[in-house]
């Protein structure tokens, strides 16, 4: 079942994107842990999202096709100049997620990951009981956040700004009920190396978070 936000009845679904032109162009962002101060298990974890270009707009979908037991509860957009108005597009069953999310920022990465957290284009928050209503893993649950491009930005401008060398725009994740109750933050710039250092402990001194 897809549920649809009021006010997009007239859009057409492709999967579980929005999206009417067949040719849509649509790119995998991968997400990686950056936080870890509870030296959780992060074996299984495959966190995601999928961009789509819409014309005058980019959809971001967000999966969890993860095998561990997890759960996708807050997702943190930097502010990005290319950008406006985002909102929650469609959601999967299963998801209910609301504008604003808690904490209203994002743990701070480190300097591997872009450094200082630059302040937040949107944010957005599962509803209460957050592990019912988070995109929960196994890959069945999603959830699409819409923004409108401004001025002359393209599709092309935002994958840039997300994948670059130096990334100018980033996207970052909270991640509840790890195996023994843990959480982690996720982030869509992967450090030097970070696929050998996903497993160490993260940032030394952030508060424990269950």
Same mark, same amino acid.
């Given at each position: 079942?897809?549920?649809?936000?009021?006010?997009?009845?007239?859009?057409?679904?492709?999967?579980?994107?929005?999206?009417?032109?067949?040719?849509?162009?649509?790119?995998?962002?991968?997400?990686?842990?950056?936080?870890?101060?509870?030296?959780?298990?992060?074996?299984?974890?495959?966190? /995601?999202?999928?961009?789509?270009?819409?014309?005058?707009?980019?959809?971001?979908?967000?999966?969890?096709?993860?095998?561990?037991?997890?759960?996708?509860?807050?997702?943190?957009?930097?502010?990005?100049?290319?950008?406006?108005?985002?909102?929650?597009?469609?959601?999967?069953?299963?998801?209910?997620?609301?504008?604003?999310?808690?904490?209203?920022?994002?743990? &701070?990465?480190?300097?591997?990951?872009?450094?200082?957290?630059?302040?937040?284009?949107?944010?957005?928050?599962?509803?209460?009981?957050?592990?019912?209503?988070?995109?929960?893993?196994?890959?069945?649950? /999603?959830?699409?956040?819409?923004?409108?491009?401004?001025?002359?930005?393209?599709?092309?401008?935002?994958?840039?700004?997300?994948?670059?060398?130096?990334?100018?725009?980033?996207?970052?994740?909270?991640? &509840?009920?790890?195996?023994?109750?843990?959480?982690?933050?996720?982030?869509?710039?992967?450090?030097?190396?970070?696929?050998?250092?996903?497993?160490?402990?993260?940032?030394?001194?952030?508060?424990?978070?269950?």
């Amino acid at each position: 079942m897809i549920r649809v936000k009021p006010g997009v009845a007239g859009l057409c679904l492709a999967g579980v994107l929005s999206a009417c032109a067949g040719s849509a162009i649509a790119d995998r962002i991968d997400l990686f842990v950056y936080e870890n101060a509870d030296n959780a298990d992060l074996s299984g974890l495959d966190l /995601w999202a999928k961009l789509t270009d819409g014309g005058t707009f980019i959809d971001i979908t967000f999966y969890n096709d993860s095998t561990a037991s997890s759960v996708v509860t807050s997702i943190y957009f930097e502010k990005f100049a290319g950008l406006k108005d985002g909102r929650i597009e469609a959601e999967s069953a299963g998801v209910n997620f609301s504008d604003g999310a808690t904490p209203p920022n994002p743990a &701070q990465p480190g300097l591997n990951y872009g450094g200082s957290w630059g302040g937040n284009l949107y944010s957005t928050d599962a509803n209460p009981p957050p592990a019912h209503n988070g995109i929960n893993h196994g890959g069945t649950e /999603w959830l699409t956040i819409r923004f409108d491009y401004v001025g002359g930005t393209t599709y092309g401008d935002v994958k840039s700004a997300l994948t670059a060398s130096d990334p100018t725009w980033r996207i970052a994740q909270h991640v &509840q009920g790890l195996p023994g109750g843990f959480s982690v933050w996720s982030i869509s710039v992967p450090a030097p190396g970070s696929l050998a250092l996903v497993g160490l402990a993260g940032l030394a001194g952030l508060r424990r978070r269950r």
